[in-house]
Nanobody, 122 residues
Framework: QVQLVESGGGLVQAGGSLRLSCAAS????????MNWYRQGSGKERELVAS???????NYADSVKGRFTISRDNAKYAVYLQMNNLEPEDTGVYYC????????????????WGKGTLVTVSS
């Protein structure tokens, strides 16, 4: 059984910063992609930032230069440093990791956290 737990959301004024964390636990063999998604009210879930195990990193255009994704493979953790936050960044942020378990070491499947709410006031 694999679980992902996010933390770090909250209320912040525009221009402020937050750091989200997500840690996976369970019978983990390896992790490829670690991603952050978000979903605003009435909007579809969108990919915000992605980090592959080979070092490839990608960001949504709307967050480039403001957000930084990082990972700690030894802790099965991924982080999202969010600076210069805007009201449009408000939403529930979800952690997603592609994880292969000890039971199925060559098959990576998606696991999701329950989300953490980020609210940016103007």
């Amino acid at each position: 059984q694999v679980q992902l737990v996010e933390s770090g959301g909250g209320l912040v004024q525009a221009g402020g910063s937050l750091r989200l964390s997500c840690a996976a636990s369970g019978n983990i063999f390896s992790i490829d992609r670690m991603n952050w998604y978000r979903q605003g009210s009435g909007k579809e879930r969108e990919l915000v930032a992605s980090s592959r195990n080979d070092g490839t990193i990608n960001y949504a255009d709307s967050v480039k230069g403001r957000f930084t994704i990082s990972r700690d493979n030894a802790k099965y953790a991924v982080y999202l440093q969010m600076n210069n936050l805007e009201p449009e960044d408000t939403g529930v942020y979800y952690c997603n990791q592609e994880i292969a378990t000890i039971r199925s070491p060559y098959y990576h499947r998606d696991y999701w956290g329950k989300g953490t709410l980020v609210t940016v006031s103007s």
